[in-house]
């Protein structure tokens, strides 16, 4: 019987070290491997770059949790982005994606992709849009984030994976919202899975790494050959770290998904007195998209990202954001302590406002990363801030 994921997580591409019998793995340092003969290494290492036994670890450990054959890791999530892009899309060719992707990913579209002249097709709805906008002969990939950032939308992946293998495309899943533990894209027929590891895998907000994971051997040795001759790589150190963090990825998404829910909860109770416009969180019943997640998310889960509308507009949104005790004002997401941001003005600033608005990221949308501190906390600081941000503008309309 294969093993479950949290054994997976504890015990993928880690053994003891043979030699030593260490059982944590040292960090291997070196960049480069003594040979026997010429061309010939002593064991599977050579020169760091093209591959180091840390991030080999990792690689395994993560692919074994996507359920998928081949990890590859990057230095940031944006280089997994452009590497997989290089990859799969040469020159000339075009991209459907979904609409409300990360800020860097629209903005790796729109202003670094256009110098390899790829063209790309935003839509808000990609099940409905994909036959629409395929172009044939140049299309060669759809991009999907979900749920998406900062909305929460759902994308059915099976959905899109169906239609992907119609047109002959290949389909790219960004996974960081939430992570193997609650989807996992290759089983739902996506042919690649990326993550900015930054965010819940390393899930300590102490390492900046992404990685890519794949089935197919053709997509591996193309996505293995940038791997080495881009660069773009992550330390050993920074790899090991990451591996570290992962082990315990199980435990912080269960701990963050159920403050979250609890968070959403308590947000949605505020709808009816006018603070809270509107909550987006796919674990809540009123999600559009829920009957999607109760099939592709483990147990329906709505994950650790929440984002609401508060009323006020960015004057109580800013108040909000400085109000909190235990949510840090910061970018980023997805690690064991509870962050706060306002996507208009930090994450999404570079998306053009009409753009933003058309996605629903209006000047008031709040973004939450909910951590893994106590749940009654956080709950009580979430409602104590909106009272505070909200206390004036009610004054002042009443
Ligand atoms: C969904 C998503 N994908 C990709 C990235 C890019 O990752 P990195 O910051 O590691 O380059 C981010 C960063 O916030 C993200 O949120």
Request: aromatic letters at 6%.
């Given at each position: 019987m294969a093993p479950a994921f949290a054994t997976r997580a504890v015990h993928a591409g880690a053994s003891p070290d043979p030699v030593t019998g260490a059982v944590?793995?040292?960090i291997s340092l070196s960049t480069t491997y003594k040979q026997a003969a010429p061309a010939v290494?002593?064991?599977?290492?050579?020169?760091?770059r093209s591959s180091n036994p840390n991030r080999v670890e990792f690689e395994a450990a993560v692919a074994a949790l996507e359920n998928g054959r081949y990890g590859l890791a990057f230095s940031s999530g944006s280089a997994t982005t452009a590497v997989v892009l290089q990859a799969l899309a040469p020159p000339g060719s075009h991209v459907?994606?979904?609409?409300d992707v990360y800020g860097g990913t629209h903005r790796y579209f729109t202003k670094v992709a256009q110098s390899h002249a790829l063209q790309v097709s935003f839509t808000t709805n990609l099940v409905r849009d994909i036959s629409t906008l395929v172009r044939p002969g140049?299309?060669?990939l759809i991009w999907v984030e979900t749920p998406s950032n900062p909305t929460l939308a759902i994308t059915d992946i099976a959905?899109?994976?169906?239609?992907?293998?119609q047109h002959d495309l290949l389909l790219v899943v960004d996974n960081t919202f939430l992570s193997p533990y609650l989807q996992t894209p290759l089983a739902?027929?996506?042919d690649v899975v990326v993550h900015s590891v930054t965010k819940f895998i390393n899930g300590h907000s102490d390492v900046v790494m992404g990685v890519a994971v794949v089935n197919d051997d053709g997509l591996h040795a193309n996505l293995a050959f940038l791997q080495n001759a881009i660069g773009a790589v992550p330390s050993a150190f920074d790899s090991w770290l990451a591996h570290r963090g992962l082990k315990t990825l199980h435990l912080r998404v269960r701990a963050a998904s159920e403050n979250a829910l609890r968070i959403a909860l308590a947000l949605a109770d505020q709808v009816p007195s006018g603070k809270v416009l509107q909550v987006n969180y796919p674990g809540l019943k009123s999600h559009p998209g829920r009957e999607v997640v109760k099939l592709q998310h483990r147990n329906g889960s709505g994950g650790g990202?929440?984002?609401?509308?508060?009323?006020?507009?960015?004057n109580a949104a800013s108040a909000f954001t400085t109000a909190t005790r235990y949510f840090t004002l910061a970018e980023s997401l997805g690690g064991i302590e509870s962050l706060i941001e306002i996507p208009?003005?930090?994450?999404?600033?570079?998306?053009h406002e009409a753009d933003r608005q058309k996605v629903g990221v209006y000047d008031d949308l709040i973004r939450l990363s909910v951590g893994i501190e106590d749940g009654d906390d956080l709950v009580n600081d979430i409602l104590q801030a909106l009272d505070r941000a909200t206390g004036d503008h009610f004054l002042e309309i009443g």
């Open positions: 944590i793995s040292p290494p002593i064991g599977s290492y050579e020169y760091s459907i994606s979904g609409a140049s299309t060669r959905a899109v994976a169906q239609l992907a293998r739902l027929g996506a990202m929440i984002s609401f509308r508060i009323a006020g507009g960015i208009a003005l930090m994450t999404h600033a570079g998306i």
